[in-house]
């Protein structure tokens, strides 16, 4: 039933708002409005003044948490971006897998483009830290998906902490596949970030294959922190616009290159 105009202040709607939005991360202006009892044009100046504060954006029909809403575009970008290169990667890393196999996916836009190639395998049991892995795989009957506990890492739908770290080492896996923020000339492999550079590390000693998938504008530059060598993986999948001088120069670690 909707409430009498004059018994309630906007203070208490911005009040109601925030736990709504805290709750849902999202609000309508249409339900808020037969909530309070008021018009929608007086819940549009209510949410005018909570995206003046920073707190909310704007959305079709009502308002979403702004952190909530910026990391949703960011990872849709990501996903986006070089979309057809990482599409063709999957689809070459995925035969590597046979069924019946253990995989282990680490995070990342690439590796979920992965999950979403392994449709096709059978009796298939995925190990992932990733929550958008997780939500790709949960209905596909015949592959098994076990997520790793661990912290949520702020910015990114993924679990990690030393807690996956001890949960990975309780598993073993046939192969794993595991992204890179740069690879260099020397096909030594990269991350920006600090918080993973063990987890991919404690992925590699538990896997009895390690596969790094990463498109070609991850070539030639490095990162915060070197993750693997040659040495301490034994394939790198990225996209045939690598270039040939690159190819040339990476084929001279002794690295196994494939061209997707």
Do not use: W
């Not at 030639?220 to 040339?248: H, N, W």
Request: glycine share 8%; hydrophobic share 40%.
């Amino acid at each position: 039933m909707a409430r009498n105009i004059n018994s309630i202040s906007q203070t208490q709607r911005l009040g109601t708002i925030r736990q709504q939005l805290a709750s849902n991360g999202e609000v309508l202006v249409s339900k808020l409005a037969s909530e309070f009892g008021v018009s929608e044009m007086t819940v549009r100046r209510d949410i005018e003044m909570l995206e003046l504060q920073g707190e909310v954006i704007r959305t079709h029909g009502g308002a979403a948490l702004a952190r909530r809403l910026t990391f949703e575009f960011t990872f849709k970008a990501n996903q986006q971006k070089n979309l057809e290169q990482k599409r063709a990667i999957a689809a070459k890393a995925i035969k590597h897998i046979s069924d019946g196999q253990v995989v282990l996916l680490d995070t990342g836009t690439t590796t979920l483009e992965i999950a979403r190639a392994m449709v096709s395998k059978r009796k298939v049991t995925v190990i992932t830290t990733s929550l958008a892995i997780v939500s790709e795989l949960q209905f596909v009957d015949d592959i098994e998906t076990v997520l790793l506990g661990g912290f949520l890492r702020k910015g990114s739908p993924d679990i990690h902490g030393p807690l996956t770290e001890q949960n990975l080492a309780q598993f073993g896996c046939d192969i794993a596949f595991v992204g890179a923020d740069a690879f260099d000339e020397t096909a030594t492999t990269y991350t920006d970030d600090l918080r993973v550079l063990n987890l991919d590390r404690q992925m590699a000693k538990i896997a009895g294959r390690v596969v790094v998938v990463a498109d070609s504008s991850k070539f030639g530059r490095q990162g915060m922190c070197k993750v693997f060598t040659p040495k301490e993986y034994q394939l790198l999948i990225t996209d045939s616009q690598l270039g040939s001088k690159a190819v040339k120069i990476i084929k001279k670690t002794g690295i196994k290159l494939e061209l997707a």
